[in-house]
Nanobody, 121 residues
């Protein structure tokens, strides 16, 4: 009933930029928090950034000042602008949304399939 689809990953040189986008679709009644996680090679998934319904972003220390999260509540989308990328930012990036769909009784977290970001020269 609900699907999240990411786009925008790829290969970029150190110091470069990428913009990730995620669109939620389906019988969505309301979306609460949205955000991005990532999973570096051989490591566990970690939180990168979250954004409230009012647009307030929160970031992990290692990306603050370089990454910017934004959302469009009318379109049910969340973006992640990544600047000054470093090789250690290489990971599969996943978007998520805490949402409730029509007919449901509670909010639940939904995830995209992930998009690969590779930072390498």
């Amino acid at each position: 009933q609900v699907q999240l689809v990411e786009s925008g990953g790829g290969l970029v040189q150190p110091g470069g930029s990428l913009r990730l986008s995620c669109a939620a679709s389906g019988s969505i009644f309301d979306i609460n928090q949205m955000g991005w996680y990532r999973q570096p090679p051989g490591k566990e998934r970690e939180l990168v950034a979250t954004i409230t319904t009012s647009g307030r972003g929160n970031y992990i220390d290692s990306v603050r000042g370089r990454f910017t999260i934004s959302r469009d509540n009318a379109k049910n989308t969340v973006d992640l602008q990544m600047n000054s990328l470093k090789p250690e930012n290489t990971a599969v990036y996943f978007c998520y949304a805490s949402l409730i769909y029509y007919g449901a009784s509670y909010y639940a977290d939904y995830w995209g399939q992930g998009t690969q970001v590779t930072v390498s020269s």
